[in-house]
């Protein structure tokens, strides 16, 4: 009977030895970190300077509410899509310029917006955008004419909108340039399927080791405090900051903001400061559900090369719509395809601001498969990593929920960068 406590006790410490031995082992075989590469070195697909980088998630996408597009004939799509959850629907509207007058366009917003939730009564949210269609060339190309978000709760107050009332409904927003400016850069929208990893850095071989030098260093140690770049979080414990770039997408924010509400987690949202500008509504909806705001230029270009004064321009007017929808600074930036300069650093720092780059791209942007996206994401969550995923990726809706859940189970707490850096 005196035996007992010790066997035990020493049960109890070979399963301790077990759990930690195991845990060795899973973590010896998380993948190496990307280093950053050298531009010289080699990009796969190398755009030129102001180049749109391509947004995620390539051509893919939903299924149609066929009912609507045979019935209104400016509805160019209408796409419907779900989290396992909920159910949204988007519209995508092309109007010659002779019908694009503000009554006439909320006239076919508003039928396309009725029509939807009576074709489909389980719609939890629909999303109109309005595009002239002499000018329309995709996602990426010129900002669109109008654009609204109609919860079902809320259909009756859109279709009483008025073009003298439409101030007064927030989920809706009238471009105010007319006609549009010129886009920077334009060369309409391209679908590469170029993978955002690893960070690339255009400057001398030695500076690109000075990177790769500070890369590891924030692996070992986490970064230091005022650093201007943001590698990796502290390594020490299991937390780990949750990026999504390219928001926001009008038929993909309410899901993944309702995949994250039931989750209970906050993450750093990357935007592109046009879309942002186009679906403010959204960009709300993140910040008052505590998610964090961080800064992916205005137009999506890549920045090596480009003068000092675009480059600020992309970072700071991008800036100036966060803190205006938000009433917050952003304080993290991350360059489009994780290209950078010394002059991009140098820039971003003078706006007050860190350049943060990523631990782990599972690849959500060429759509790889849910199954294998879900485990590379689980493969590589390592303490301090920072996970790179794509507001805009159909897969990762998909697997979102249980990612959630499984990194949990491992121990892992996932949240916003800026939470990552205090823990
Ligand atoms: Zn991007």
Known sequence: MVRRPIIIALAATIL????????????????????????????????????????????????????????????????????????????????????????????????????????????????????????YAGFGGPSPLFTASVPSSRLAEFLAVTAASAGDYDRLWVNPAEPLPPQRHATGETHLGVPEAPPTFAGSPSEVQMQQRLQLQHQRRGPSPGSAVYFHGPPNNRVVALTFDDAVHPMYAPLLLD????????????????????YPYFVRDLARGGHEIGNHTYHHVRLTNLPEAVVRDEIQRTN??????????????????????????????????????????????????????????????????????????????????????DAR????????????GRK
């Open 409 to 420: 189970a491992r121990g892992f707490h996932l949240t916003t960068l800026d939470n990552q």
């Open 16 to 135: 301790a030895l077990g759990g930690y031995v195991g845990w060795r082992l899973r973590s010896s075989t998380t993948p190496p970190l990307p280093l950053v590469r050298s531009a010289t070195a080699g990009a796969p697909e190398s755009l030129p300077p102001g180049a749109r980088q391509p947004v995620a998630p390539g051509d893919r996408h939903a299924p149609p509410l066929p009912q609507i597009a045979n019935q209104i004939p400016q509805v160019r799509t209408f796409e419907f899509t779900s989290n396992g959850f909920i159910e949204v629907a988007h519209a995508l509207i092309l109007v010659r310029k002779a019908d694009s007058g503000m009554d006439r366009i909320l006239q076919i917003a508003q039928s396309s917006a009725r029509q939807a939730f009576a074709a489909r009564p389980s719609l939890a949210e629909v999303d109109v955008s309005v595009y002239r269609a002499e000018d």
């Open 320 to 405: 100036t719509l966060i803190e205006d929808l938000t009433g917050r600074r952003a304080r993290y930036f991350r360059p489009p395809g994780g290209e950078y300069s010394p002059l991009v650093l140098t820039v971003a720092q003078s706006l007050g601001m860190v350049t943060a780059f990523w631990t782990d791209d599972p690849g959500d942007f060429n759509n790889p498969g849910g199954t294998v996206l879900e485990t590379r994401t689980l493969a590589h969550l390592r303490p301090g990593g920072i996970v790179l995923l794509h507001d805009s990726a159909p897969e990762t809706i998909g697997i979102l929920a249980e990612f959630l859940r």
């Open 259 to 278: 995949v994250l509400r039931r989750g209970g987690t906050q993450a750093t949202f990357f935007i592109i400061g046009r879309n942002a500008e186009a």
